[in-house]
């Protein structure tokens, strides 16, 4: 059996609009037996052929994204924006089946560690300007470990914090759901709806969320990595597509996974790629 390498050529493989489409020709990895270099022309390209392969349907990009959702910022932008967010790596108290919240108790484990510095690994090629955190412990301790090296301080937002589960934080999820029946099936099946001492916790993270894409986006630099929280990342995706409260559960992100946004001048977001895992599992390095 003969095995080997080849490459080609592929117009205008960038899935983004023009006004993100400036970046040079890259070439992928070849572990899996095939080489792909993008390039936006070639040669003995045509201008008649160069036009239609310009055209985004050719290659499936998005010509735009005007309108397609609401303003995160209510203001005009100086440039466009990408931002990645990233879920922290394994706590403790993941490990454990409790319930977090907004507690600072729960550590990250040596496996989430390792989580950490394979997303370290996996960004190392993307260049950031600058990384915004949650302060509680077991994402600081992530982005700590993501962002070493690199020059520009971490930045700790209040508005990057987990929701406040109230008396829930800290139960093992099996108790909470004997101990407090009601709250724990509202909470799981009904969250929008979660009520506890007299507050509605995922509707306020819906809030939350909205006041963190303000500070995220308003920031000086157009590149931005956010490592955050499992809760707090389903508020930030849901109020970016524009999407309620009662679809809270409708995302999932796992320890580690990566999630990435462009957004234009109108501070209107379009979801480019939704729980990345694949450097969870290999060796893979992102370029986007």
């Known amino acids: 059996m ?19 489409n400036s970046r040079r020709p890259v070439k992928y ?8 270099q993008c390039s936006n022309s070639s ?8 036009t239609i392969q310009s055209d985004a349907s050719i ?3 998005a010509y735009g994204f005007e309108n397609a959702t609401t303003s995160l910022t209510q203001k005009l932008l100086s440039s466009s924006k990408k931002v990645t967010l990233v879920r922290h790596g394994l706590s403790s108290w993941n490990l454990e089946g409790r319930v977090q919240g907004s507690s600072n108790l729960s ?6 560690v390792r989580q950490a510095e394979m997303c370290r690994q996996a960004l190392v090629n993307i260049d950031f300007d600058r990384c915004f955190s949650s302060p509680i412990s077991r994402a600081k301790t992530t982005a700590e470990v993501i962002w070493q ?3 520009e301080p971490l930045v700790f937002l209040d508005s990057l914090k987990e929701a406040h589960l109230f008396y829930l934080e800290g139960m093992r999820n099996v108790d909470a759901r004997e101990k407090y029946p009601k709250e724990f ?7 929008a709806n979660f009520y506890v001492n007299g507050v509605y916790p995922v509707r306020e993270l819906w809030e939350t969320a909205r006041e963190a894409w303000k500070e995220i986006l308003l920031s000086p630099g157009q590149n931005f990595l956010v490592i955050t929280h499992k809760s707090i990342l389903r508020a930030l995706i849901c109020t970016a597509l524009g999407l309620d409260p009662e679809r809270f559960r409708a995302i999932d992100v796992n320890n580690g996974g990566i999630c990435v946004f462009n957004v234009n001048k109108q501070g209107e977001a ?6 990345l895992t694949a450097h969870m599992y290999t060796d893979h390095v992102y370029l986007y």
């Open 185 to 191: 099936t509202t909470w799981r099946e009904d969250p």
């Open 59 to 61: 290659s499936g990009g």
């Open 43 to 50: 040669p003995d390209m045509n201008l008649a052929t160069e």
């Open 149 to 151: 090296e690199r020059e």
């Open 2 to 20: 003969i095995s080997g390498v080849f490459s080609f050529k592929v117009p205008l493989c960038s899935t983004l609009s023009s006004e993100f």
């Open 29 to 36: 990895d070849t572990r899996h037996g095939i080489q792909i």
């Open 107 to 112: 550590i990250l484990t040596d496996t989430g």
């Open 270 to 275: 379009m979801l480019q790629s939704l729980n």
